[in-house]
């Protein structure tokens, strides 16, 4: 199955993958890092799925939506014996995780089955299973699943599997509920009456939405793609709900996103608070506040969606991997690297929560104050740089730029807001950044500011350099740098990251073009005043949302199918940000923050 071939659902909590053929394939319970007890998207069935799909009959067609602007998902095939749809979801605010799953005919007499693989800690358990008053029971470890259904049922080969028949007007339930293993099991919860509740509460939820420019739908689906992406009891943000889906197929670049990233901070707040949900920043930035708490040389790039420090990287080397992508990796190591681009990224976020009129944490200030007293002392520093890089440490340009961000925006604080700081040494470290930037980090003969001080490779993280006001959009440096990066890094009209070839970056193979970059040559376009070409590459980007409006984090130009995990944060911020600023709205984020 393509990753382009998935749907999401989720409760805030945590998310499932739903193929269009009708199978969970991926889910972690019962947060987003928890293991899965459905792996088989890194792997074969065997690894576990709860699969439901027609059966003795001919599949002519599959449409799926999503219930207007919810996550509840309608699936609906057409048989040549008639056609029945398949309506999931996760219902948000329950005390412990469901998924839902409702069976309705629509004409003629389809035969369905059922076919439920509960494998715990990503596939690797058996669970012990029971059927008690008609409820199936699951327990392995710490874990328990209940299914729930009025479907006879039974075992067969380690697998619960049913077969039934629909009718028109029939309406046939599933409840699979998680719970610890040491406590009793849920109370049974009607499926019809749980996705009405949860197709309201998502329109309600969606409904606060303020932005009414064009591309409303795509924005909308990104925002609800970014709450579901959201841990609701602390406001963290995951990158993805996946890990491992490669960067490349049959290749190593495979990494656990199920992690919360400082560095998505400022683009987070700016989709949210554009689009009018302000709870959602308020939460994400105290989850931030709480994250960085501590000693800042122990500031960490990423954290577990409650502010967990320890992700160890393991390898679970009994999963083949998505298309035989090894190795399959949970944890991430890059908690251990500094990246000296995060202090920025802090620091420019709670900025720009003050000027949208966030109300002040009396401890914010104090963090920050100690995050700029550490970086005064590490910004000559080499680091592994935004994308992570697993060879040397090296001089990243968009590092130091954001280290003049950093420093930028304390300024900024005693200026604005009347904060309280050694403001004039913050002004003589933010000139010194700037004209040693300038000087080591532009390439003369290349014409474009490069990767690395010395280096001639292009990177597209440099294409953030107007968007956080180190220089402004029309500065020949900015200009050229664009143009160049349009000559080297654009594949098939998308932007890579870098030269895999080019750059050492310890690993084998190449990657996809990434997604979020391209929105960012947008944004530069439109301040290059390039209308034209900024609304040509924001359709086409969004031309390539799957069916029900999805991006990952890559795409593969050559074989059109998505590359990364799914979906991607990252990617639907930049959805949103773009559209912002191509409406070319008062609040639109590049032209408001790089005004500082």
Same mark, same amino acid.
């Given at each position: ?58 599949? +002519?067609? #599959?449409?799926?939506?999503?219930? &207007?602007?919810? $996550?509840?998902?309608?699936? %609906? /095939?057409?048989?040549?014996? !008639? ?63 209940? +299914?729930? #259904?009025?479907?006879?049922?039974? &075992?067969?080969? $380690?697998?619960?599997?049913? %077969? /039934?028949?629909?009718?028109? !007007? ?74 491992? $889906? ?351």
């Amino acid at each position: 199955m393509a990753i382009e071939d998935y749907a999401l659902i989720g409760d805030t909590r945590t998310a499932a993958l739903v193929s269009k053929s009708g199978s969970i394939d991926w889910l972690c319970l019962p947060r987003f890092d928890s293991g899965a007890c459905f792996a088989s998207l890194l792997g074969d069935p065997h690894q576990g799925r709860w699969s439901l799909h027609p059966v003795k009959c001919s599949v +002519l067609a #599959t449409r799926r939506r999503y219930r &207007g602007d919810t $996550l509840v998902l309608e699936t %609906e /095939f057409a048989t040549d014996t !008639g056609a029945v749809r398949v309506i999931d979801c996760m219902p948000p605010g329950e005390e412990r995780p469901n998924i839902v799953r409702l069976v309705e005919g629509i004409r003629g007499e389809v035969a369905l089955e059922m076919e439920l693989i509960i494998r715990f800690d990503y596939g690797r358990v058996v669970p012990w299973v029971r059927t008690q008053d008609g409820v199936l029971h699951a327990v392995g470890g710490p874990d328990a699943l209940t +299914l729930r #259904t009025p479907v006879e049922h039974h &075992g067969e080969n $380690l697998t619960t599997v049913s %077969e /039934f028949v629909v009718r028109p !007007g029939e309406r046939v339930p599933f409840v699979l509920s998680w719970h610890p293993s040491n406590e009793p099991a849920p109370a049974p919860i009607d499926a019809p009456r749980a996705i009405a509740a949860a197709e309201a509460w998502w329109r309600d939820w969606s409904g606060c939405c303020t932005y009414a420019g064009p591309w409303r739908d795509a924005v909308v689906r990104s925002l609800i793609t970014l709450k579901a992406l959201t841990y609701s009891p602390t406001g963290g943000m995951v990158a993805a709900p996946t890990t491992s $889906l490669p960067e490349h197929l049959g290749g190593v670049r495979n990494w656990d996103y199920r992690f919360t990233w400082l560095r998505d901070a400022t683009f987070i707040l700016y989709a949210l608070l554009d689009a009018g949900f302000t709870d959602e920043a308020c939460a994400w930035r105290e989850w931030l506040l709480r994250a960085v708490a501590g000693a800042p040389e122990q500031l960490q790039i990423m954290y577990g969606v409650a502010g967990e420090r320890r992700l160890p990287e393991l390898t679970l080397e009994w999963l083949p991997g998505y298309a035989g992508s090894a190795p399959v990796r949970v944890g991430n190591a890059a908690t251990t690297q500094q990246q000296l681009d995060v202090f920025g990224e802090v620091m420019d976020a709670l900025h720009q929560a003050r000027r949208a009129g966030i109300p002040p944490d009396p401890q914010a200030w104090r963090v920050q104050r100690k995050l700029m007293e550490f970086l005064e002392t590490k910004w000559r520093d080499t680091d592994e740089g935004i994308w992570e890089i697993r060879g040397p440490r090296r001089h990243f340009t968009h590092s130091k730029v954001m280290a003049w961000v950093a420093f930028d925006r304390a300024v900024k604080a005693v200026e604005d807001f009347g904060a309280d700081g050694p403001v004039e040494r913050w002004r003589e470290i933010r000139d010194a950044i700037h004209e040693e930037v300038c000087a080591k980090g532009y390439d003369h003969d290349k014409r474009a500011f490069t990767q690395s001080y010395g280096s001639r490779v292009l990177d597209a993280a440099l294409l953030l350099i107007p968007l956080v006001g180190f220089l402004p959009a029309d500065d020949p440096r900015v200009v050229s740098t664009v143009a160049a990066i349009e000559r080297e890094l654009l594949q098939d009209g998308f932007v890579l990251r870098y030269r895999t070839d080019q750059c050492e970056d310890g690993l084998p193979g190449n990657e996809g073009a990434f997604l979020l970059c391209s929105f960012w040559l947008a944004d530069n376009y439109m301040l290059l005043g390039r209308e034209r070409e900024a609304h040509a590459l924001f359709e086409r980007l969004l031309a390539l949302r799957n069916d029900v409006g999805l991006l990952s984090e890559e795409y593969d130009p050559v074989t059109g199918h998505f590359l990364g995990n799914f979906p991607q944060a990252f990617s639907h911020v930049g959805l949103v940000n773009t559209a912002f600023n191509l409406a070319q709205r008062e609040r639109a984020p590049a032209q408001q923050r790089p005004a500082g």
